[in-house]
C-alpha cells in the first residue's frame, strides 16, 4: 500500500506542477483542467485501442490538452472573457469532445499495450512499475520546467505572472506569455490524465471532476509543509506534497472512509490546509514557529 502510495503520488504530482504553472507563476486559476486531463485520457486510450504505440498516444494527449489550453487563452487575451468564465466554458466543451473521441462515456485498455507493460516493468515487484514510470516522468518534467524558467522566456513568463504592467512596459508581450503558459501547463494535464489512464486501464468522461482540488492539494501541502522555498525548490515540494496527499488519503482511508468520499475528504484536506496559517496564529503557534526558527539559524 505504501508503495503503491508513492507511485500513485508521483504520476499525480505532474498535475500539481502543471498546475503550478498558472495557479503560482501566472497567477491565473484555469478551470481548464478539469476538462483537459480526461480530454488527454481520452485521447491517449482511444490512440492506443487503435493501435497507436504508448509513448505516441502520450504525445497526442500532450498536444489536445495544449489545443485546449490554447483556446482558453485566446478566449480570455482576445475575447476578453472573465478569466475562470473562459476556462469554465473549454472545460464544458472537453466534455462532447471526450464523448466524441471515446465513442461513448468511457473505454477500455484490457489486452492493450501501455507504458506499463513493457519488458523491463514487468521483472519489477507489483506497484513498482507506477514507482519507476512515475518518478522518470516527474524528473524529467521538474528538469525541464526549471531549465526552462532560467532562460530568457522563462524569466519573461514569471514577470508577466509578478506584474504584467510593469512587465508590459518592459516590452514583454503579456497575452503571449499567458497563451504559452496555458498551453503547456494544459499540455502537461493532459499528458499527466494519459499516463493515469494507462496505470488505470481505462479512460472515463467523468475522471476530471475534482481534478483542479487534488492538484492544488499538492501545491498547498508542499508549501505548508516545506515554507519558504526558492520556486525551483517549490517545484519538488509540489511532487513531495502530492506523495505526502495520497499517504494522507491512505490513512483516511484505512479508518474506514469509503472511496466514494474521496472528493469530500480532498476538498476538507485542501481546506484546512489552506486555514492553517489563520489556526496557527489563532492558536500562537506562528509566534512559537517563528521563534524556532530564529534560534536554529542563530545557530
Not at 512515475?134 to 505572472?161: M, R, S
Given at each position: 500500500m505504501i508503495v503503491?502510495?508513492?507511485?500513485?503520488?508521483?504520476?499525480?504530482?505532474?498535475?500539481?506542477?502543471?498546475?503550478?504553472l498558472t495557479f503560482r507563476i501566472l497567477n491565473f486559476p484555469d478551470m481548464t483542467v478539469e476538462g483537459t486531463f480526461p480530454?488527454?485520457?481520452?485521447?491517449?486510450?482511444?490512440?492506443?485501442?487503435?493501435?497507436?504505440?504508448?509513448?505516441?498516444?502520450?504525445?497526442?494527449?500532450?498536444?489536445?490538452g495544449a489545443l485546449a489550453g490554447l483556446v482558453t487563452g485566446l478566449l480570455y487575451t482576445k475575447g476578453k472573457i472573465p478569466i475562470l468564465l473562459a476556462g469554465i466554458l473549454v472545460m464544458?466543451?472537453?466534455?462532447?469532445?471526450?464523448?466524441?473521441?471515446?465513442?461513448g462515456?468511457?473505454?477500455?485498455?484490457?489486452?492493450?499495450?501501455?507504458?506499463?507493460?513493457?519488458?523491463f516493468l514487468e521483472l519489477l515487484p507489483k506497484y513498482f512499475?507506477?514507482?519507476?514510470?512515475?518518478?522518470?516522468?516527474?524528473?524529467?518534467?521538474?528538469?525541464?520546467?526549471?531549465?526552462?524558467?532560467?532562460?530568457?522566456?522563462?524569466?519573461?513568463?514569471?514577470?508577466?505572472?509578478?506584474?504584467?504592467i510593469m512587465a508590459n512596459s518592459l516590452g514583454i508581450n503579456t497575452d503571449n506569455m499567458t497563451i504559452m503558459g496555458l498551453m503547456v501547463s494544459n499540455g502537461l494535464i493532459g499528458m499527466g490524465g494519459a499516463f493515469i489512464a494507462q496505470n488505470n486501464g481505462?479512460?472515463?468522461?467523468?475522471?476530471?471532476?475534482?481534478?483542479?482540488?487534488?492538484?492544488?492539494?499538492?501545491i498547498i501541502i508542499g508549501e505548508v509543509v516545506f515554507g519558504e522555498l526558492t520556486l525551483n525548490q517549490r517545484l519538488v515540494a509540489v511532487t513531495l506534497g502530492s506523495i505526502l496527499y495520497r499517504f494522507v488519503l491512505?490513512?483516511?482511508?484505512q479508518l474506514g472512509f469509503s472511496t466514494n468520499d474521496l472528493n469530500l475528504l480532498s476538498?476538507?484536506?485542501?481546506?484546512?490546509?489552506?486555514?492553517?496559517?489563520?489556526?496557527?496564529?489563532?492558536?500562537?503557534?506562528?509566534?512559537?514557529?517563528?521563534k524556532g526558527a530564529a534560534i536554529h539559524g542563530s545557530k
Open positions: 503503491s502510495s508513492i507511485g500513485q503520488g508521483l504520476l499525480w504530482a505532474v498535475l500539481g506542477v502543471a498546475l503550478f480530454l488527454g485520457a481520452a485521447t491517449a486510450v482511444a490512440a492506443i485501442s487503435h493501435g497507436v504505440s504508448p509513448l505516441l498516444a502520450t504525445a497526442l494527449a500532450f498536444l489536445t464544458t466543451a472537453c466534455l462532447s469532445i471526450n464523448l466524441r473521441i471515446m465513442g462515456a468511457n473505454i477500455s485498455l484490457l489486452g492493450k499495450q501501455t507504458v506499463f507493460s513493457n519488458h512499475d507506477s514507482v519507476t514510470v512515475g518518478l522518470i516522468i516527474i524528473v524529467v518534467v521538474t528538469a525541464a520546467l526549471i531549465l526552462f524558467l532560467q532562460t530568457e522566456l522563462g524569466q519573461a513568463f514569471i514577470a508577466t505572472g509578478d506584474n504584467p481505462y479512460a472515463d468522461v467523468n475522471m476530471g471532476i475534482g481534478i483542479i482540488v487534488i492538484a492544488l492539494a499538492s491512505l490513512i483516511v482511508l476538498a476538507v484536506i485542501l481546506a484546512i490546509c489552506l486555514m492553517l496559517p489563520k489556526l496557527s496564529a489563532l492558536l500562537g503557534l506562528d509566534h512559537i514557529i517563528s
